[in-house]
């Protein structure tokens, strides 16, 4: 029992130093690059009514990372997704993600993973004066630690486009 648990900790520790140094090493080539990240609010993956903060990387036209950290009283979430873009129009766009993370909880902690697929809106269509923010809106199968259980969830996010 002592070495599964060590083994945890271990696995959630290395998952999360990879993770952090790609999206810092993302974040420092992207402030570079005009227009290419975002940051803004994407509610959470696991816990209803909670949120964090989130950035995306705009790696190609098609392709992008999210990085999404969520510090509250009772929860932490850290977790990074990949979305693709299968359908864009000048506006908006329609996307699959694939996702992965650590959670820690009052209860329990462990490893987050998960699927699915979202639509993507930005908002100066509405109005040239807004600003460049979009609006996403996605739903997905999320699976707990050893895959044995498993949830659907719809989730929102707000982002700000640095141009």
């Not at 992207?30 to 290419?36: E, I, K, L």
């Not at 993370?101 to 639509?119: C, E, K, L, P, V």
């Not at 498993?150 to 989730?155: A, L, T």
Request: with cysteine; proline share 1%.
């Amino acid at each position: 029992m002592l070495k599964k648990c060590l083994l945890k900790k271990e696995m959630i520790i290395t998952l999360t130093l990879i993770f952090s140094l790609f999206i810092m090493g993302n974040l420092a080539q992207a402030q570079t690059q005009r227009g290419n990240y975002r940051i803004g609010i994407q509610s959470s993956n696991l816990f209803r009514g909670t949120a964090g903060a989130s950035v995306i990387y705009d790696m190609d036209v098609d392709t992008s990372i999210q990085g999404i950290i969520s510090l509250g009283s009772r929860s932490q979430i850290f977790e990074g997704r990949v979305l693709y873009r299968f359908y864009q129009k000048m506006n908006w766009n329609s996307y699959g993600f694939g996702s992965a993370g650590i959670y820690n909880t009052s209860d329990s902690n462990g490893f987050i993973g998960g699927a699915g697929i979202g639509i993507e809106y930005d908002i100066k269509a509405l109005d040239r004066t807004f600003p460049p923010v979009s609006v996403n809106a996605d739903i997905g199968l999320i699976f707990l630690d050893d895959l044995s259980s498993y949830n659907n969830k719809i989730r929102i996010g707000f982002h700000y486009r640095f141009r």
